[in-house]
């Protein structure tokens, strides 16, 4: 077992979540929502309505599970890989094929669903709740929010989305590794073993932005689905919530939030895979 990298992820996971949130909450709006035609009049409309405190809605449930999450990814990313090098019969020497990456990259993005499935549920709807101030909000906070949908929908409530959520993350993380080594492998100087640190913030960055690219569209499915009925339109399922967005808005609906999630992706990946690193680095050096 890779242990460093579990720890490492978590790390990295927790710090990504912090750069990014902001971001994040204005990318949600605008896939659930239809008031703002665009990312600086969300901006506004949030900071005007809401003040700075709008962005963070949400927050302290993401921070918590991130880490579990994100060691479940580079952890199951790093022990598949290691065992398809296994079953290839490789030494430790030889390069990782880009298959084997690609394949434990979805593996590392689908094992996290289970964990991740409830926060970000609770993230979404948290969010998308923009009361106005003489107005009493549905969801208290997170606690409060995750209790009354597993009241009111059920546990199963708790994984509305699920579906989009592993088709989104498996392919975008996928993506994602796949990017990452292959910069690392091109940049990284010939007698070196280990990728300089301009190479690994560009990689990271680079590999956050085309991972989101393929993960945007399910991403936008699995925020519709996890509002469902709370935001006043309701979706019998996953196909019919992409025929009815598709239908109504245009293929266009399918890359909401597209500019802002690869805003958002550079820095936030660029920081976890520095983070992953050096806490990689470290724990192998002291051991």
């Known amino acids: 077992m890779h242990l460093a990298d579990f720890v490492a992820g978590s790390v990295g996971g927790a710090f990504g979540v912090a750069v990014g949130y902001p971001l994040d909450t204005v990318k949600v709006r605008l896939q659930t929502q239809t008031r703002d035609s665009g990312v600086w009049e969300c901006v506004r409309r949030t900071c005007r309505t809401e003040g700075v405190s709008g962005f963070y809605r949400g ?24 065992l398809l090098r296994e079953l290839r019969h490789r030494s430790a020497a030889d390069p990782h094929h880009k298959a084997d990456i690609f394949v434990s990259g979805f593996a590392g993005g689908v094992a996290q669903v289970l964990v991740m499935s409830p926060a970000d549920i609770v993230k979404v709807r948290l ?4 009361n106005s101030p003489d107005s009493k909000p549905k969801y208290r906070g997170p606690v409060h929010c995750l209790l009354r949908i597993a009241r009111d929908e059920g546990l199963l409530g708790l994984y509305k989305g699920s579906a989009a959520l592993a088709l989104r993350d498996g392919p975008s993380f996928a993506t994602y590794f796949l990017t990452y080594n292959s910069i690392c492998d091109l940049l990284r100087p010939t007698d070196s073993h280990q990728t300089g640190w301009t190479v690994v913030l560009l990689a990271g960055g680079v590999s956050g ?42 293929v266009a609906v399918l890359f909401k939030g597209l500019t802002v999630n690869c805003i958002r992706a550079f820095p936030v990946n660029m920081s976890v895979f520095a983070t992953y690193e050096l806490v990689v680095r470290f724990l192998r050096s002291a051991s």
């Open 59 to 82: 927050m302290s449930m993401p921070v918590t599970t991130v880490s579990i999450s994100s060691s479940l990814v580079f952890g199951t990313y790093r022990n598949v890989l290691h």
């Open 127 to 130: 969010q998308c709740q923009t």
């Open 209 to 250: 932005m085309c991972g989101w690219a393929v993960g945007t569209p399910m991403d936008v499915i699995k925020a519709r689905l996890q509002v469902s009925g709370v935001s006043g339109r309701r979706y019998r399922g996953f196909f019919h919530c992409i025929s009815h967005s598709v239908r109504t808005e245009g």
